[in-house]
């Protein structure tokens, strides 16, 4: 039978195509074999981005199917990585909003064209709205706008503001603490953002003067 | 216009019509606006540049052995270029392998023509065999355009290929843990103002593997299907895929599934 003929088939007869299809599609074990062997051959290191980026952890490993892990493992999963945010020892959370605004619009960082040794931006508004001035925002993660206001907090020293602002540290340190599978990085936890940084993003979105909040 | 005058003007387009927007305005004045800005662009594809260049290499003798392509298989049979783009990836007895457009044509760029094809994969996008490559792949999509996705899936290193390819879809790694998935695995997002298509479904009429090789005004150059995948990588914070590599291949095959029954516009038109 010749391709075309064959195609014809598959249109015309769809149901049927379907399910022979189905009855002789490969097994799960040979594609996670075939997939695993097709990622191993395929890529080469290239400046800082290294061949060691397709060792998967176990996070990684349990978030990388088209459907998300049992609730069981997802919630042990965040146990883990909520074990390995590291709090401010000092306990001043909060940096400069205008350093933290810089670094939301900074997606530079990580990838195989960065120079070695050129720190991180964060990445924020390719994913989030932030500020109301900024309009080329996207939309993967929530708004943004107003995140300290909408959460009551007036002063982020009050010891009633402290469960947000200790949210938001664990949150931006290691997305996945409180979201197993979320789609943002790690940034504390694999060194992408350094703890100064994280406390001038952590004031954009918390101190009452910034953007975020004022009105 | 030359291609080169192009990305200057649409600054300025993007900028006016920005500029007219307003300060804050509610995130669907911003979509028409990009909209608006993408129809006054497509008014003229400087694709047609590439495609007109891409028959005449299709046809011109080159090459260590001074043939033509016309005795290249694209899968309909030497030579057949129309409907070959919307069947491909596809199995090659030929070459016992499941290939894309790109990989195909390394074959037959050795095959018929004796070019070296490790040294073509070999040779960065934008410089040298490559710069004859976007043509030749811009020529052969557009003979396809306004047909239908079907890509064959009767053998069975197809149907292992679109089962690894959804695989590496969704394979997470690197140091911001992204996989395809982050960015293409919902439907309704953008990255910035970039619209994603969702690719785990059939993205519609001319979107995701509907669209490339595609003509691209912010920098002015025609990227191919696989110099797509491959700034997709990049911005992954992966290592660097191989050129024409089965990863890369195989994500062609899931695409091209997943898309079937989508119209081709390739070559398109991107900001």
Known sequence: ?215 | MTPRARPLLAAALLAALLAAAGAAPAQTSTADGIAQYRALLADGNPADLWEAKGEALWKQKRGPKNASLEACDLGRGPGVVKGAFVALPRFFADTGRVQDLESRLLTCLQAQQGFDAAAIAATPFGQGEQLNIESLVTYIAAESRGMTFELPQAHAEERRMFEAGKKIFFFRGGPYDFACASCHGETGKRIRLQDLPNLTANPGDGVGIAAWPAYRVSSGELWSMQRRLNDCYRQQRFPYPGYASDATIALGVYMGVQARGAASVAPAIKR
């Not at chain 1, 015309?12 to 695993?36: E, F, I, K, Y």
């Not at chain 1, 900024?134 to 943004?144: D, R, Y």
Request: with cysteine; glycine share 10%.
């Open chain 1, 1 to 215: 039978m010749n391709n075309i003929s064959r195609l014809k088939k598959f249109t015309t007869a769809g149901a049927v195509g379907l399910v022979a299809a189905c009855t002789s599609a490969p097994n799960p074990q040979d594609s996670d074999r075939l997939a695993q062997q097709i990622i191993q051959s395929s890529f080469r290191e290239q400046g800082i981005a290294k061949l060691d980026r397709l060792t998967q952890d176990d996070l990684q490993k349990a978030c990388s199917a088209e459907t998300p892990p049992p609730e069981s493992v997802a919630r042990q999963l965040e146990a883990a990585q909520l074990a390995t945010v590291q709090w401010p020892k000092d306990g001043a959370w909060l940096g400069d909003w205008r350093e933290g605004e810089k670094l939301a619009q900074n997606g530079r960082g990580g990838t195989w064209s960065d120079p070695a040794g050129v720190p991180a931006g964060g990445n924020c508004y390719n994913c989030h709205q932030i500020t109301p001035t900024e309009i080329s925002f996207g939309t993967i993660g929530p708004s943004l706008y107003q995140y300290g206001k909408l959460r009551g907090v007036a002063n982020p020293a009050d010891p009633a503001s402290q469960a947000v602002v200790r949210y938001t540290w664990g949150k931006l340190w290691n997305a996945k603490a409180y979201n197993a599978c979320s789609g943002m990085p790690r940034f504390g936890d694999k060194g992408v953002l350094t703890p100064a940084q994280i406390r001038d993003l952590m004031a954009l979105l918390l101190d009452p003067q910034s953007p975020v909040n004022a009105r």
